[in-house]
């Protein structure tokens, strides 16, 4: 159970983290700005990390680099842009329901890659989490039945495609991130380790897309890189020193199920700090994602 609230733990301050990061993106503080400046104060902090480990990753395999690939490159930069991108072309609501799909990914992928069984019982509760994942963005449905613009319409409208395919990108990365930050942790990587190559790894994917960018780039107020410091802090080190620290305590599935508490607790701070409402379908869904999740650490499905 520690992992779990290790993880119910990072899910928390991801959500403290929606309070900055979204004023920022409506304050027309460009999407790609926010990534970079992340992963590049996160790779100044962690190089002392990198430097001290430079014995062991003389020695790392080809294939543990790749890992290091899909949760820092994939994961955590490419598929934060391209999530974010994907509002551009979709309604925000159909984006939010598709990235639902991210544990299923984790799911499948750990079944193969980690040899992770997967039991009856663990499908069903697995099933009543993710229902109760759905419970919480109800809103994000109601906006898609209440919309002008037809459901079916809205699958098909001009520039569906490459939403869809930013989102499935998004969802797929997500969702092997968790399984290859598990596969490093059990080949002996340490937290720390594994937080320096995320980083790096997700710094230098970023570098190719700096020409497409650059004019929003170090243009910026002294209070924008102050509020940036502060999401390095509380969703960068912080947040994923305990998710980490949590994922070596439980399995890849459980911890992709566990995640999804993220939008519950993104309510919850809105509620608490913005006055936002929080409805009787929402605390449902919380409780049942709680009640799953808590079940499939129990009996270790």
Not at 67 to 80: D, K, M, P, Q, R
Not at 143 to 166: D, I, R, V
């Amino acid at each position: 159970m520690v992992g779990f609230f290790l993880v119910l733990a990072a899910s928390a301050l991801w959500a403290v983290d929606t309070l900055i990061r979204y004023p920022l993106l409506s304050s027309g503080v460009d999407s790609f700005a926010i990534v970079f400046y992340e992963h590049l104060i996160l790779s100044v902090i962690f190089m002392v990390v990198f430097f001290k480990s430079l014995p062991k990753l003389w020695k790392t395999r080809p294939n543990h680099l790749f890992y290091f690939f899909i949760i820092g490159g994939v994961g955590s930069a490419l598929s934060t842009l391209a999530f974010t991108r994907a509002f551009y072309f979709l309604n925000p609501s159909l984006v939010i329901l598709l990235q639902k799909f991210q544990p299923l990914v984790a799911i499948i992928l750990a079944r193969f890659i980690l040899q992770e069984k997967i039991q009856k019982l663990f499908i069903f509760w697995a099933l009543i989490c993710l229902f109760g994942a759905l419970l919480i963005s109800y809103e994000d449905i109601l906006n898609l039945m209440n919309s002008e613009t037809p459901f079916f319409e809205m699958l098909f409208e001009e520039g569906s495609l490459q939403g869809y395919a930013l989102v499935f990108f998004s969802v797929v990365g997500w969702g092997s991130s968790t399984v290859f930050g598990k596969k490093l942790l059990k080949v002996g990587y340490q937290d720390e380790q594994i937080l320096a190559g995320r980083f790096i790894f997700g710094f230098l994917c970023l570098l190719p897309l700096i020409p497409l960018h650059h004019q929003s780039l170090f243009i910026h107020s002294v209070n924008v890189y102050g509020k940036v410091s502060l999401m390095v802090l509380v969703s960068g080190l912080l947040a994923m020193y305990l998710y980490y620290h949590g994922l070596r305590k439980i399995s890849a599935r459980a911890c992709s199920l566990t995640e999804m508490f993220f939008p519950f607790m993104a309510v919850i701070i809105n509620w608490l700090f913005l006055g936002a409402s929080l409805s009787p379908a929402q605390l449902l869904g919380g409780i049942l994602l709680l009640i799953g999740s808590v079940i499939i650490q129990l009996k270790q499905y």
